[in-house]
T-cell receptor, first 114, second 113 residues
Framework: DAGVIQSPRHEVTEMGQEVTLRCKPI?????LFWYRQTMMRGLELLIY????????DSGMPEDRFSAKMPNASFSTLKIQPSEPRDSAVYFC????????????FGDGTRLSIL | EDQVTQSPEALRLQEGESSSLNCSYT??????LFWYRQDPGKGPEFLFT???AGEEKEKERLKATLTKKESFLHITAPKPEDSATYLC??????????????FGKGTSLLVTP
């Protein structure tokens, strides 16, 4: 079975540019999560969706960040304009409904903003 | 505010040398405690979910236990392939928490031959 698929795996861009990260969740998973991982802060939840609807975006750091889920098989996380402090590894995860269901993670996008 | 603290930050073991990793948590009400393994350049991989104090779960050389304040991940006779970062996460019980996971910063385990 295909797991969570993220693209690109690596992104290097200059400050001020728009960055778009993409995620395809596991088929049949109703929940989709975006996380950010840094050495300083560890793994932090940014936003999550249920049935394509954003449920909790309290972790989104500022208005420069936005996330969408136009359908059940695709989500994007956009940063505009990007800043060097946005450099991190961004993970997408998905899960079945039910609070006891584990979240399954993709292999992440390593983002470097110069 | 919910808090998850893992210790030690890093641990080096000889192959076959058993040890335990600690995850201390503060949460208003625990819905579940999750253990994940993360290899370099990869996303976290799910290992266990624990729900109530006294619960234990095992998988190969790993055993996870839970008390009201902390969880332990016991590694028995580790092998070099057990080298990874082990992450602990809690899910709080409350209408505002939903499905959010609060992760600790992890323990980086190195097992040498």
């Amino acid at each position: 079975d295909a797991g969570v698929i993220q693209s690109p795996r690596h992104e290097v861009t200059e400050m001020g540019q728009e960055v778009t990260l993409r995620c395809k969740p596991i088929s049949g998973h109703d929940y989709l999560f975006w996380y950010r991982q840094t050495m300083m802060r560890g793994l932090e939840l940014l936003i999550y969706f249920n049935n394509n609807v954003p449920i909790d975006d309290s972790g989104m750091p500022e208005d420069r960040f936005s996330a969408k889920m136009p359908n059940a098989s695709f989500s994007t996380l956009k940063i505009q304009p990007s800043e060097p402090r946005d450099s991190a590894v961004y993970f997408c995860a998905s899960s079945l409904p039910g609070v006891d269901q584990p979240q399954h993670f993709g292999d992440g996008t390593r983002l470097s903003i110069l | 505010e919910d808090q998850v603290t893992q210790s030690p930050e890093a641990l080096r073991l000889q192959e076959g040398e058993s040890s335990s990793l600690n995850c201390s948590y503060t949460v208003s009400g625990l819905r579940g405690l999750f253990w994940y393994r993360q290899d370099p350049g990869k996303g976290p991989e799910f290992l266990f979910t624990l729900y109530s104090a006294g619960e234990e779960k095992e998988k190969e050389r790993l055993k996870a236990t839970l008390t009201k304040k902390e969880s332990f991940l016991h590694i028995t006779a580790p092998k070099p392939e057990d080298s990874a970062t082990y992450l602990c996460a809690v899910q709080a019980d409350g209408s505002n928490s939903g499905y959010a996971l609060n992760f600790g910063k992890g323990t980086s385990l190195l097992v040498t031959p």
